[in-house]
């Protein structure tokens, strides 16, 4: 019983980083060897335009039912997060670095016991100049440099690598550019909006 | 564009084949010859589910840890990230070398991808995205699971900007 209890507390407590990298890593070979799929997400984005509003547009013409595994994968997604958000956490937020938190108290942000800060992702913000820029042109650009690219970070960055491609390297390496433009001088600006 | 090297099954409309067609710009392919009932595809959302399990207990969800990570103020997604692809690379090695089959018996198939200019172009504007959502598609769909139901407007601004990719493919560089 009391084994049971401190395993409890284990899973409650956060994951350390190895934990979960063997965890998503071992995503790529249960995919494969479960049905000869590869590992990605942002596939799922064009499935839903080709299942939606294909509009005759050559690049949504394609039998999606082909890759219906993958809103599977999805759905199980969304489903693990739920129970992990409901029943799986200690309550504590989560720990983050002084200066970060620095920064962000100028902008608002000083609850930081959610995943995602409600004091941005909230429905009231969706509407102001703010919201544009961190849920529609963010959104925005995650879809579409997604795909221009080629796949995301699980696509390039896990698949991709695991399988020792060198465009999948290429594709990773400007995530990271674009991502560290982003965060050091786009985000603090956007966040003073 | 990738290379394919599986012979094509069916022919569709435009010149490509299907499976040429489906696979455009995508990593994550079903390579499976066989078609599987509806129930068989449970076996994907349960490995999902663990995958969300592991997104949301190892905070790789969280819009902070994306901060840090590109402000260089916490090693937290690189180990996660790295150690991924070690055990990822690892597993695929294992594969290839003792040919190691699918459940149903098929031999697993790898693709070589093509370079383009899409993964240049495409990938830093994915890159501004990423630090501003906090999240890339995976991460998406996980936050809205574990009930930041504002994120839908991000998904759904995803999907937007996937179609008008598709909509502008043939005038863009590649």
């Given at each position: 019983m009391q084994m049971l209890t401190q395993f409890f507390d284990w899973i409650k407590a956060p994951w350390h980083w190895s934990v979960a990298g063997v965890l998503v890593g071992l995503t790529v070979p249960a995919l494969l060897l479960l049905g000869n799929k590869h590992f990605g997400i942002s596939a799922n984005l064009r499935h839903a335009c080709?299942?939606?509003?294909?509009?005759?547009?050559?690049?949504f013409r394609y039998e999606w039912k082909k890759e219906i595994w993958n809103f599977f994968f999805v759905g199980g997604l969304i489903a693990g997060a739920f129970v992990a958000a409901q029943w799986l956490q200690s309550g504590q937020p989560v720990a983050i670095h002084?200066?970060?938190?620095?920064d962000l108290v100028q902008a608002g942000i000083t609850d930081h016991s959610q995943l995602v800060p409600e004091q941005l992702?909230?429905?009231?913000?969706?509407?102001?100049?703010?919201?544009l820029f961190f849920f529609v042109i963010g959104g925005f650009l995650v879809g579409f440099g997604s795909r221009y690219a080629g796949g995301c970070t699980s696509g390039h960055a896990i698949s991709g690598l695991s399988n020792l491609q060198l465009p999948s390297l290429i594709a990773t390496i400007f995530f990271m550019v674009g991502g560290f433009i982003s965060a050091n001088w786009l985000v603090p600006f956007l966040l003073k909006l | 564009m990738n290379t394919i090297h599986i012979p094509p099954t069916s022919g569709g409309q435009s010149s490509l084949s299907e499976y040429e067609q489906r696979a455009l710009d995508t990593v994550c392919v079903n390579d499976s010859e066989e078609k599987e009932s509806l129930p068989a595809n449970l076996k994907y959302a349960a490995v999902g589910l663990l995958f969300g399990v592991?997104?949301?207990?190892?905070?790789?969800?969280?819009?902070?840890?994306?901060q840090e990570m590109f402000r260089l103020q916490s090693f937290h997604m690189y180990?996660?990230?790295?150690?991924a692809v070690a055990v990822g690379a690892l597993s695929v090695w294992l594969i290839k070398r003792y040919q190691i089959k699918a459940v149903n018996g098929e031999p697993v198939v790898f693709h070589d991808k093509k370079f383009n200019k899409g993964q240049i172009i495409g990938g830093a504007l994915f890159g501004l995205g990423w630090a501003i959502t906090?999240?890339?598609?995976?991460?998406?769909?996980?936050?809205?699971?574990?009930g930041a139901l504002a994120i839908f407007v991000t998904l759904f601004s995803a999907i937007a900007g996937t179609w008008v990719y598709?909509?502008?493919?043939?005038?863009?560089?590649?």
């Open positions: 080709a299942a939606c509003m294909p509009a005759n547009i050559p690049f002084p200066d970060l938190a620095a992702f909230n429905f009231s913000n969706i509407f102001s100049l703010k919201g | 592991v997104f949301v207990k190892a905070e790789v969800i969280s819009w902070f840890r994306i180990g996660v990230i790295g150690t906090g999240a890339c598609p995976g991460p998406l769909f996980a936050q809205i699971g574990a598709g909509y502008f493919r043939e005038k863009l560089p590649h």
